[in-house]
């Protein structure tokens, strides 16, 4: 019985992040996606919000949960009792930056592992920040998000707040 999470901002979610959850929950017994509250980085969507567009797009993975954090990934794994944090890589983007937090979360819980899965040939340039960019300017995202999700970019474009 292994436990992984699998945070992000999630900002929307994608395909490309549904298409990880739902592998995960294939290798691991449960797959808690945790919404991280607070990134560095300029969002589209509350955290209510990001959790809610995911619980839609996972609902039918029976083992995959949603949650929020904040603070630390080792921490909420610790509090979830995950022993894997799960990760998406896409081509030459992510590898980098990935590294640097593996080592420093190796550091900081030495009993978490990290499990990276290549993302899948059709979404591998998909990103939440293209996708909002794309809908934005008109443009059709059929595919590379759930249906759900390209409604709410459309409306919050629309009507910000
Ligand atoms: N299209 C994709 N295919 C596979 N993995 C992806 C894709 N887009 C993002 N990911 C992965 O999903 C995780 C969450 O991504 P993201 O929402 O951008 O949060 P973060 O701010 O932590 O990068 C990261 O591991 C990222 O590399
Ligand atoms: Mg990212």
Do not use: W
């Amino acid at each position: 019985m292994v436990t992984a999470i699998y945070p992000g901002s999630f900002d929307p979610v994608t395909q490309g992040h549904v298409d990880i959850a739902s592998r995960a929950s294939a290798l691991f017994s449960r797959v808690v996606v945790a919404v991280y509250d607070t990134p560095s980085k300029k969002l589209l969507f509350g955290t209510d919000e990001r959790v809610d567009l995911l619980l839609q797009s996972v609902k039918q993975l029976p083992n995959v949960e949603v949650t929020r954090f904040t603070g630390l990934v080792v921490e909420a794994a610790r509090r979830i009792g995950a022993g894997v944090i799960v990760r998406g890589l896409r081509s030459g983007s992510d590898f980098e930056y990935e590294f640097e937090m593996a080592y420093m979360n190796k550091k900081l819980a030495p009993d978490v592992e990290m499990v990276c899965m290549m993302a899948s040939l059709p979404y591998q340039y998909v990103s939440s920040s293209l996708i909002k960019e794309v809908i934005g300017l008109g443009g059709d995202a059929t595919d590379l998000v759930p249906a759900h999700v390209m409604d709410a970019v459309q409306r919050k474009m629309r009507s910000p707040e």
